[in-house]
C-alpha cells in the first residue's frame, strides 16, 4: 500500500523559503507520477507541480514557474520528492499535500486521476 508523509511547512516572511518533501513507500508497481497540490482557505484544490518518477519530465503551475522546483532521490523501496518553494508570497500561504498516481507514460500533468493522497503540511507566508 502506497504511503505518503509531508513535512517541511511552516511560517516564513515574503520572499523567504521552504523545502517541502514527500516520503513515498510502499510501491507496488514500478513507476509513478507524483504531484503536489495546495488548498487555501475558501478555495479549491490547485495543481502546483508534478514530476514523472520513471523519466524525469516535470510540470508547473504559472503561478509558480520561475520560483518552486520539483525534484526527486530515489532509494530502495521509496522516493522522496521535493518542493522547493522560493520568493514566496502572502497567495502561496494553503495546505499543501502530495499524491501519486501508476504511470509508466512519458510527462505528468495535474489534472491526472491521483488516487494516494498525504494528509497535508500548512505552509503560511506571512510578515
Same mark, same amino acid.
Not at 518518477?53 to 522522496?80: E, L, P
Given at each position: %500500500? /502506497?504511503?505518503?508523509?509531508?513535512?517541511?511547512?511552516?511560517?516564513?516572511?515574503?520572499?523567504? @523559503?521552504?523545502? $517541502? !518533501?514527500?516520503? *513515498?513507500?510502499?510501491?507496488? $508497481?514500478? =513507476? &509513478? /507520477?507524483?504531484?503536489?497540490?495546495? %488548498?487555501?482557505?475558501?478555495?479549491?484544490?490547485?495543481? /502546483? !507541480?508534478?514530476?514523472?518518477?520513471?523519466?524525469? %519530465?516535470?510540470? =508547473? *503551475?504559472? @503561478?509558480?514557474?520561475?520560483?518552486?522546483?520539483?525534484?526527486?532521490?530515489? *532509494?530502495?523501496?521509496?522516493?522522496?520528492? =521535493?518542493?522547493?518553494?522560493?520568493?514566496?508570497?502572502?497567495?502561496?500561504?494553503?495546505? =499543501? +499535500?502530495? *499524491?501519486?498516481?501508476? +504511470? !509508466?507514460? &512519458?510527462?505528468?500533468?495535474?489534472?491526472?486521476? +491521483?488516487?494516494?493522497?498525504?494528509?497535508?503540511?500548512?505552509?503560511? /507566508?506571512?510578515?
Amino acid at each position: %500500500q /502506497v504511503q505518503l508523509v509531508e513535512s517541511g511547512g511552516g511560517l516564513v516572511q515574503p520572499g523567504g @523559503s521552504l523545502r $517541502l !518533501s514527500c516520503a *513515498a513507500s510502499g510501491f507496488t $508497481l514500478d =513507476y &509513478y /507520477v507524483i504531484g503536489w497540490f495546495r %488548498q487555501a482557505p475558501g478555495k479549491e484544490r490547485e495543481g /502546483v !507541480s508534478c514530476i514523472n518518477d520513471r523519466h524525469g %519530465q516535470t510540470n =508547473y *503551475a504559472d @503561478s509558480v514557474k520561475g520560483r518552486f522546483t520539483i525534484s526527486r532521490a530515489n *532509494a530502495k523501496n521509496t522516493v522522496t520528492v =521535493y518542493l522547493q518553494m522560493n520568493r514566496l508570497k502572502p497567495e502561496d500561504t494553503a495546505v =499543501y +499535500y502530495c *499524491a501519486a498516481v501508476p +504511470y !509508466s507514460g &512519458y510527462g505528468c500533468g495535474m489534472a491526472m486521476l +491521483y488516487v494516494t493522497w498525504g494528509q497535508g503540511t500548512q505552509v503560511t /507566508v506571512s510578515s
